[in-house]
């Protein structure tokens, strides 16, 4: 019905009741029309008598209900040239009760929905062979599915027979589907095509018909007006409306032909490879993100007939295909809430480790960057890595440091007698180490060596050793080093010395 209205196409139908009753009308296909044609024997050139069986209730009133075929008065195949093959017309009714919207024993798949569940209606029961329901959770804002069986015990009043998580099942699945369909890849995509080429011929061929149709009545039209007598100015007027009438559908027939059949693109030989192309690259197109989980749903039912589910020490799936074969995949049972909240043991020595030599913050990025995952979130952060050292009693970097011998800022500046500022300018400038020890960029301080004492060149006097600009400190003062100078001067004879008083 969908596809008719879309491609602009009329149906048409008789009129049952009122004075034009009998009479063939063209007009919309409606959804009622479109199954009844479906569901009608004469569709597949068969007669049948006694589809339908009389009933009257307590009140009186009759009413009609359909009865099984083997029940049917009459059954004649071929008994005029059908639209379709008789294999063809079971084939839509069990494809018909398949898709049926309504709850039922006869409904086996169901219809295809925008769900992320992959296996809805496909998923059976391992334990009473029921068919399995699909309820959806949220988890970190993604939707998850879980099949669950419980037809039985909506009947019962019991507890539901099987409750089991669906994600990791249906990933399963769906790379068995990409591992499996590589020899069929070829087979997939002609018979795509095919059946694409053939609903464009189809679709084409009745928009011809539409066309011809509109072509008959314009001419009949005509000559009806051609036969009119001229003197008969009411009727000639009114036959040539309509002519003009039929000349204009006629028009709009045609430029919607000519229109619909330059957007049946999928028919030349460039579209046609490009449709090749993406049917052969089955798990390109599988594992798109943009494809709709509809669509998933769909391309997994042309290969996989239904999926047994079993929960017992592990998941046991056995996956039945179309063609007949079989596989059984095993999966470990998902992780419950308590244990995807529980922190790796692995993680604890790795941080211990790691304090040695990084701030919170450098941990809790080798953590991410190493694939490690947290207990809750996507990945660790400063706040999880102190935590944890908390809760495992870890010695933070800053105890660890001071073990060593490390001096903190107002205890360097009081070992040097200097200010705390000049302190840190040292250290700016490398004359002192230092270790950040937090992610405030605080620090210890390595504690300075006592300096060599040597006596003064001039006085004797004991004084530290440090290196000037090119030359060891020789005196203790200005005056040592003047004297000195002075002493050089006189004894080279440029300096008159003069005697004091």
């Known amino acids: 019905m969908r596809s008719f209205r879309e491609q602009g196409l009329v149906f048409p139908r008789r009129v049952q009741s009122g004075p034009h009753r009998g009479e063939l009308v063209w007009g919309p296909l409606f959804h009622h029309r479109a199954l009844n044609i479906l569901k009608n024997p004469r569709y597949a050139g068969a007669f049948a008598y006694g589809r339908t069986q009389a009933k009257k209730t307590l009140q009186g009133n009759g009413s009609r209900q359909r009865i099984p075929q083997d029940q049917w008065h009459t059954l004649i195949l071929d008994a005029h040239r059908g639209h379709i093959t008789w294999a063809d017309y079971e084939e839509n009714l069990e494809r018909l009760r398949a898709n049926a919207a309504a709850y039922g024993l006869d409904r086996r798949a169901g219809p295809p929905r925008e769900g992320p569940a992959l296996l809805q209606g496909l998923a059976v029961c391992g334990r009473c062979g029921g068919r399995m329901t699909v309820r959806y959770y949220t988890r970190h804002g993604e939707l998850l599915p879980q099949y669950t069986c419980q ?6 009043a019991e507890p539901p027979c099987q409750r089991i998580l669906g994600a990791d099942i249906d990933r399963a699945v769906g790379e068995l589907q990409v591992e499996s369909m590589s020899p069929l890849a070829l087979e997939v995509a002609l018979s795509v095509h095919d059946e694409l080429q053939a609903r464009a011929d189809d679709a084409d061929g009745l928009r011809r018909q539409q066309v011809e149709r509109a072509h008959y009545e314009a001419e009949l039209a005509q000559h009806r007006y051609l036969r009119v007598d001229l003197d008969n100015r009411l009727v000639a007027a009114t036959l040539e ?23 049946d693109a999928l028919v030349d030989d460039e579209k046609r490879q490009r449709v090749l192309a993406l049917a052969t690259d089955f798990p390109r197109l599988w594992r798109d993100p943009n494809t709709p ?8 039912r042309l290969l996989i007939e239904d999926v047994t589910l079993c929960n017992a020490d592990d998941l046991v799936i056995h996956v039945r295909f179309r063609g007949g074969g079989t596989q059984s995949l095993h999966l470990a049972h998902p992780k419950s809430a308590i244990d995807l909240r529980r922190l790796d043991p692995l993680v604890v020595p790795e941080i211990d480790r790691l304090i040695d030599d990084h701030t919170d913050s450098e941990i809790a990025a080798a953590l991410n960057a190493a694939g490690h995952q947290p207990p809750v979130g996507d990945k660790f952060t400063v706040w999880m890595i102190w935590k944890i050292r908390t809760a495992h009693r870890l010695d933070s970097r800053f105890h660890r440091l001071r073990r060593k011998g490390m001096l903190t800022l107002e205890e360097m500046a009081e070992a040097l007698g200097a200010h705390p500022q000049t302190v840190k300018d040292r250290a700016a400038r490398g004359q002192l180490a230092s270790i950040v020890y937090n992610d405030k960029g605080q620090r ?30 020789k005196y203790c003062g200005a005056t040592c080093r003047t004297g000195a100078y002075v002493t050089r001067r006189r004894a080279a004879g440029w300096v008159q010395t003069k005697k004091r008083a």
């Open 151 to 156: 037809s039985e015990g909506i009947q019962r």
């Open 241 to 263: 409306a309509e002519w003009n009438s039929k000349l204009r559908a006629l028009d709009a027939a045609q430029e919607d032909y000519e229109r619909k059949r330059e957007a």
């Open 293 to 300: 989980a509809r669509e998933r749903k769909r391309m997994a």
């Open 444 to 473: 210890l301080y390595v504690p300075a060596e006592p300096p060599a004492m040597v006596p003064c060149a001039r006085c004797g006097k004991l004084m530290t050793e440090r290196a000037a600009p090119g030359q060891l400190r």
